[in-house]
């Protein structure tokens, strides 16, 4: 049976456009190749009933922010992240990080919320990085 388009938007509702982001990019990263937001489309509805157009607005959003890079697939455009899960992830620190207040301080905190091979790995880097 079909939702009522009420039923669509209110459970659209409960996601923030960050999430619903989120999950789009999630998407694109799990595949890793050029997607149009029909093919995005059609893996996401699977999980949850969403509307084409809802797609579409978030992958011209994303465009427009500089995460996805885009180009013609036809008479639609196909998108693809322009960094990686983790290179996004650390962008997104270094973002916080620079708006977080004290910056070793809000390191400080983030390295106690590490697991201990979280930092023993942490550790192994920055020697690599030293030398």
């Not at 013609?72 to 997104?92: I, L, N, Q, W």
């Amino acid at each position: 049976m079909r939702a009522k388009r009420s039923e669509v938007w209110s459970s659209m509702a409960k996601l923030g456009m960050g999430e619903l982001e989120a999950r789009v990019l999630d998407v694109l990263w799990d595949r890793d190749v050029w997607m149009t937001p029909s093919e995005v489309h059609q893996v996401l509805i699977r999980r949850r009933e969403l509307a084409y157009t809802t797609v579409m607005t978030i992958l011209v959003r994303l465009w427009r922010k500089g995460v996805v890079d885009r180009e013609r697939d036809g008479k639609a455009y196909a998108y693809r992240p322009v960094e990686t899960r983790e290179e996004r992830a650390a962008s997104r620190m270094a973002d916080l990080l620079k708006t977080g207040g004290d910056r070793s301080l809000a390191l400080a905190h983030f390295v106690d919320s590490m697991t201990p091979a979280e930092r023993a790995k942490l550790r192994q880097m920055l020697r690599r990085s030293r030398s």
